[in-house]
Structures are given as structure tokens and as C-alpha cells.
């Protein structure tokens, strides 16, 4: 029992690792070298951190709310990042998701918002699987001891306990993999791109057939027409593929021809911008362990957003000049 114990402490430990060190070391390239008051005292409760010293940590994130409110969502991002990393013995992720969601509920425009609702999310995900392992655990151990007091009931209890290992083995890969899934690809290339908005829905067609269809996230305000620049609405309309790019700050980016001549006249109508760079993209880079979860939330400044390995997928099978169709 005690190897069994070991093996599962090690998945979770490296899934841990995934989900918490990866945003702690992101945060550490964008936000640790800002220039204000209280610079200092992040780096005193930074080198805390680096010691293992989290309880030092948390305190002087504690006195940087108290001298310098200001910094109050760049402090409850790090402060939950700290409660719930895994080298911390005191973790407590009950303490991290409320650093999180005071964040968002106190400060609405922080451009950590986006960030912590993928933290809380992944952390309730790994949290409820735990759980899920437990109880399959305790099954387990149940019906092995079930197996030694009735000597002729063994063979059956076997097979309920095999049945359940790999069942327990399962949810470990999904803890590790968070729910990879591999479809057979038809032959491409792809000759239209049909995005349906309601639906959350992108399909690759080739000569009236269809390919492939994904899951998909929009743009933060997605109903209704893309009119102005900031909407964070996607478009709708009859558009092509008109570039590509391979160094994007979300993986890989497929460029749609938006704005179009219908769009642009509205735009003047009204007098405003039409806005611009709307692709079809990957996650964020740095979060690629939020892999098709990342659907669940309407994360975009107006594109259309699929894991990184679909995107790589729809990349070989769409050219440049494709038809990308976007419907309400």
C-alpha cells in the first residue's frame, strides 16, 4: 500500500508542478521588475519564497496591502500562487481559491483577472479528482481486506479490485494529461472554416465534407457583430485566411480578413475604428496545461481560441485563402 501511496503522491506532485510553478515562474518574467513604492517589499517576500520560507512570504505580502492598497491584485495573485504551491508543507487551497476570487470580486478591471479565474478553475478541477482518487482508494482497500477475511469470495474481489486500479489509473492520466483526446484526421486540405458563435463550435470542411469540428472559446462580449475596436466581440461574416504566425504569444495564430467592406462601413456609420488582428489562436503561452478546459470561459479580445495541439492540427490542414465563415 505504501508503493501505491508513493506513486500517487508522485503524479500529483509533478501535475502541481504543472499548474502552479508555471504561472508563479510567468508572473516572476511580467510583474516582479515593476517600478513603484512597494518594489522592494515584493522582492523581500520574493526572496522568501525563493528560501522556502512561505510563512515569511505571505506576511509581507500581507504588510504590502496594508501600506500600498494599490497593489492589492498583484498581492492576492501571489499570495494564492504561495498557498497553493506544492513545496509549501502548509498549502492550504481553500485559503489560495479565496486569494483568487477576492481578486477578481475587488478588482474587476485587474489584468489579473483573466488569470486567476484559469487558477480557480484548475485548481477546483485537480481538487474534485482528488477526491475522485480517494474514495476510489478506499474501494480499493476495502475490498482487499473484504478479499483476505473471505477466502471464497477472493477470486471475484480481484477482479472488482483490477477493475478499479484501472480505473484509479485512468483519473491519474487525466490528472497529468487533463483530458487529452486524439481524433483521427481525414485527409485535408481544408477548403472552408466554419465558425457558429452559439454553438461554440469551429468546423473544417473540404469539398462539402466535413473534417473536423472543435470546441472553441470567443471573444469576452461575444453576442452580437464585432462594430468597434475594444468590443471584445468576435465578427461575423465571410472572411479568408490571410497569414499566419508561428512565433504568437498564444502558440500559433491563423490571421482572418476581418475587417471586410461591410464591416468598415459600419464602422464609419458610426464613427469609430473597426478594430483589427483577429485570429484563429492556441492558449496563451504558459498555459498550455489549461489544454480544452480553457472553453469553459469566454477568455478573448475578440478571436477564436483552440488548444495548442488543435491549432497545430487546423494549421496543416487550412492554407492561406481559405473561406472562414463566421455565424451567430
Not at 489549461?290 to 496543416?316: L, N, Q
Amino acid at each position: 500500500m505504501g508503493t501505491r501511496h508513493s506513486k500517487i503522491g508522485e503524479h500529483l506532485n509533478v501535475f502541481f508542478v504543472c499548474i502552479i510553478l508555471t504561472p508563479m515562474l510567468f508572473c516572476g518574467c511580467s510583474h516582479f521588475n515593476e517600478g513603484f513604492q512597494a518594489a522592494p517589499t515584493f522582492q523581500e517576500a520574493n526572496d522568501f519564497f525563493s528560501q522556502g520560507n512561505y510563512t515569511a512570504s505571505l506576511s509581507t505580502y500581507q504588510q504590502i496591502i496594508e501600506k500600498c492598497p494599490t497593489a492589492g491584485d498583484r498581492v492576492l495573485f501571489e499570495m494564492g500562487i504561495i498557498y497553493a504551491y506544492p513545496g509549501n508543507e502548509q498549502k492550504d487551497y481553500q485559503k489560495s481559491l479565496e486569494c483568487f476570487q477576492k481578486l477578481i470580486m475587488d478588482y474587476p478591471e485587474s489584468g489579473y483577472r483573466k488569470d486567476s479565474e484559469m487558477m480557480i478553475f484548475t485548481i477546483k478541477n485537480v481538487i474534485l479528482k482528488d477526491k475522485t482518487i480517494a474514495t476510489q482508494q478506499a474501494q480499493i482497500e476495502t475490498l482487499q481486506q473484504e478479499g483476505k477475511n473471505k477466502g471464497n469470495e477472493i477470486s471475484t474481489l480481484q477482479k472488482k479490485i483490477e477493475t478499479l486500479k484501472q480505473e484509479l489509473k485512468s483519473k491519474e492520466n487525466e490528472i497529468v494529461a487533463l483530458k487529452k483526446e486524439v481524433f483521427p484526421i481525414q485527409k485535408g486540405p481544408a477548403d472552408k472554416i466554419l465558425i457558429e458563435k452559439k454553438e461554440r463550435r469551429l468546423t473544417l470542411i473540404s469539398k462539402g465534407k466535413v473534417l473536423k469540428t472543435y470546441k472553441i472559446a470567443l471573444g469576452g462580449d461575444p453576442n452580437g457583430p464585432k462594430e468597434r475596436q475594444g468590443d471584445n466581440k468576435t465578427p461575423e461574416g465571410t472572411y479568408v485566411i490571410d497569414s499566419r504566425n508561428k512565433d504568437s504569444r498564444y502558440h500559433l495564430s491563423l490571421h482572418i480578413s476581418y475587417p471586410n467592406e461591410k464591416d468598415k462601413k459600419r464602422a464609419q456609420e458610426r464613427g469609430v475604428s473597426p478594430g483589427g488582428d483577429i485570429m484563429i489562436h492556441g492558449i496563451k503561452n504558459g498555459f498550455s496545461w489549461a489544454r480544452d478546459f480553457h472553453t469553459e470561459v469566454d477568455w478573448t479580445k475578440g478571436c477564436i481560441a483552440v488548444t495548442d495541439e488543435e491549432i497545430e492540427e487546423i494549421d496543416k490542414l487550412v492554407p492561406n485563402g481559405t473561406i472562414v465563415e463566421i455565424s451567430p
